[in-house]
């Protein structure tokens, strides 16, 4: 399994981008997938998860500190997750990650990033005040 994030950039605070990650060499619909962010002098932090789910889209479950403000979604045909982030905010910089798991999905289990099998490259979003 290969993933390729990308979609970073600089945005100044209130402002939005869209980050995409392209999963390639397994069947996309099997995983669950996971968009993980680490701030510099910081550990690694849960954003945002959706299940495989087909049948309902997906379940999605997010971190309090984005919730209402980042919208995670997948495009089963394009092998695709997204995760689109409104209302930026200088403390959401950091390198972005998607990872793909293909255990059980649950809202706890999902937010655990040493359960992921499969992690992409990251990408730097750049927040200004």
């Known amino acids: 399994v290969q993933l390729q994030a990308s979609g970073g950039g600089l945005v100044q605070a209130g402002g939005s981008l869209r980050l995409s990650c392209l999963l390639s060499g397994r069947t996309f619909s099997n995983y669950n997938m996971g968009w993980f962010r680490q701030a510099p002098g910081k550990a690694r932090e849960f954003v945002a998860t959706?299940?495989?789910?087909?049948?309902?889209?997906?379940?999605?479950n997010y971190a309090d500190s984005v919730k209402g403000r980042f919208t995670i979604s997948r495009n089963n045909a394009k092998n695709m997750v997204y995760l689109q982030m409104d209302s930026l905010k200088p403390e959401d910089t950091a390198v972005y990650y998607c990872?793909?798991?293909?255990?059980?999905?649950?809202?706890?289990?999902?937010?655990?990033?040493?359960?992921?099998?499969?992690w992409g490259q990251g990408t730097l979003v750049t927040v200004s005040s």
């Open positions: 990872a793909a798991d293909d255990g059980i999905w649950n809202t706890i289990r999902s937010t655990r990033g040493g359960l992921y099998d499969h």
């Open positions: 959706i299940s495989r789910d087909n049948r309902s889209g997906g379940y999605t």
